[in-house]
Each structure stands twice: as C-alpha cells, then as structure tokens.
C-alpha cells in the first residue's frame, strides 16, 4: 500500500456508506487520512463556532490570539488534526492561505445566546455551494432535538443531506438535545444522547457529533427498558459504546464533543481513552483547546492523539 492508499480500517469505514457516490467516499478518505491519526480509523477534529454560539469575549478573550482565525488554522495543521470546522466567515479568512494543508468543514448553521428561548432553533446561513466554493471535504449542521422547532431543524437538515451528497460531501451532524421537552439534566442523558445520535443517522449523517453521556435515564420508557434488558452505563466507556451502538451498530461514525473548558488535562484524557475504549471514533475539541495558550493547546492534543493512536 502506498502512502496515499486508504487504511484497512478506513477502507472498512467507507464500506459502510454503499449508497454514496465517489466524490464522498473520497471526502471521507481524506479526514481519516489527513493528520496525526491517518489510518487509525479515528477523528480529532478542531471546531470553532464557540465564537458565534457563546460570543466572542466568552470564547477568545483568554487567549487573545484566537481571535484571528487564521491562529486557529495553524493550530489544526500543526498540531496534526483530522479537520478544522468553523462558520463560513472564519472558513472564508483563511481558506485561501492554507488551501490544501487541512480538510475543512463548513459549519452552515449555528444559534447565537443574545436571546433565552426555551426552545432553539439554528439560522442557516450557510451553504453546499459555498462548501464547494472554498474547498471544503464536508458540511456542518446542527440540530437540537428535544426542541419544539426541531421538525424545522430536521426538515432543514433533509435539503442539506440531499444536496451535500449529490455533489460529494460529507455531512458531520452536530446533534445536541435541548429545549422544553427536556430537564437540564437530560440534555446529556444517557437514553437521549443515544437517541439524538440514532435520530442523526436516520437524517443521513456521515459524522455525528454528540456530548458525552451521563450515567442519567431522562425517560421512564427508557428506563424501565435498560433495567430489564440490563443495558450496562456504569462507566463511560459502557455509554459511549451504547451510543455508538444506536448509531446503526457502529456502522456510523460517531464522535464526542470536547466539553466545557477544563483545566484538568488528566480528565480530558481520561475521558479521551474512555471514547477509545467504548468504540468511539474520537473527538472534536473545541474550547479545551484554542482557550489554552498555543503551547498547552498543542500538548493536550498531543496526548489526545496519542490515545486514540494506541
């Protein structure tokens, strides 16, 4: 095999997507080929939209060089990660001067916090074309189930899916429970984030982008059917190998968001070997990494490497 051949396992991976056409199985070739993890059948990801769904003070202001998108772009590319996902403006600042030296994925809708709703909804602003435009390998798209506006997200979701794949990309679905229909504790429920990654893989995703699990059974339907079934969930390992196994048997990529900051690098590699350990396909870490100083940064992402590499 030469250096430019898919992996066994890649090869593997892109079997389990026959219906797509070449142009995405060759998008999805290059995220499991590019970085530090090329081959290992496994994601580590950079996203950047924190900027546009937390504000910019909240997102940067501790390390005041992660204003410039272009910082980010370095970051991804010399630390070796899979890909850098960002909204169409950071896409759009620096695709010209890193073109080729990443795979990039437009992040085409997102939700901004000037405004407590109890049910969110994303505003798509973004699209297949301008994906195509600069280059990307796939296409970014959030829905929040739990919500009352998630039919719209979902029905949004179908035109994105259908164009993406017509035209050869992949599409990485940001799946996040949250709104009325849910209690704080059960946005990461362990029966509701398996849910939110089964509901993305019936939507057509490629990728999914879920939190990390807890150990809590939001609905008692659920509930009494893990207690009497005996779904184990005492470890995380045990739930993300559950959620990774609602999401078509692990016939469908699943990976896990990187979480709040945490100073704690110990933690996040713990949690980093408990993804590797359950069959997750890795990670897509955000805030832990660009609000640490670029030293740190590339460090922890390093180490978080270096796990799923084993």
């Not at 970051?75 to 070796?80: F, K, N, S």
């Not at 982008?209 to 009497?228: F, N, T």
């Not at 359950?278 to 955000?286: A, D, N, P, R």
């Not at 590339?298 to 799923?308: E, G, N, T």
Request: charged share 20%; glycine share 10%.
């Amino acid at each position: 095999m030469n250096a430019s051949s898919p992996s066994e396992r890649t090869r593997e991976i892109l079997g389990w997507y026959g219906s797509d056409n070449p142009g995405t199985l060759t998008n999805l070739a290059r995220l499991f080929g590019a970085g530090r993890l090329a081959g290992a059948g496994r994601l580590v990801i950079l996203p950047i939209d924190q900027g546009f769904e937390h504000g910019p003070g909240r997102s940067f202001a501790m390390n005041v060089p992660a204003y410039d998108p272009r910082y980010h772009f370095r970051l991804a590319i010399e630390a070796g990660c899979s890909a850098f996902a960002a909204p169409l403006g950071f896409i759009e600042a620096g695709a010209r001067e890193f073109a080729g030296r990443i795979p990039l994925i437009l992040k085409v809708n997102s939700h901004d916090v000037l405004n407590d709703e109890k049910d969110p909804t994303q505003a798509m602003y973004a699209s297949v074309d301008d994906a195509l435009r600069l280059g990307c390998a796939g296409v970014g798209y959030t829905i929040y189930p739990g919500s009352a506006r998630r039919f719209e997200m979902y029905e949004g979701l179908r035109d994105v899916v259908r164009e993406a794949k017509a035209r050869g990309l992949v599409v990485i679905v940001w799946s996040y429970p949250r709104g009325s229909g849910l209690t704080k504790q059960g946005e990461t429920a362990i029966d509701v984030t398996a849910y939110a990654a089964h509901i993305a893989a019936q939507l057509g995703a490629h990728i999914i982008k879920v939190k990390l699990p807890s150990g809590h059974v939001e609905q008692a339907e659920a509930r009494a059917v893990y207690d009497r079934v005996g779904v184990s969930i005492a470890t995380l390992a045990d739930r993300v190998r559950h959620v990774v196994q609602a999401a078509f048997d692990g016939r469908r990529v699943v990976i896990f968001s990187g979480g709040a900051m945490n100073e704690n690098d110990a933690a996040l590699i713990d949690e980093a070997r408990a993804i590797r350990d359950g069959g997750g396909f890795g990670t897509i870490m955000g805030r832990n990494v660009f609000q640490r100083p670029e030293a740190a940064a590339k460090a922890l992402l390093a180490q978080v490497m270096d796990v799923f590499k084993a």
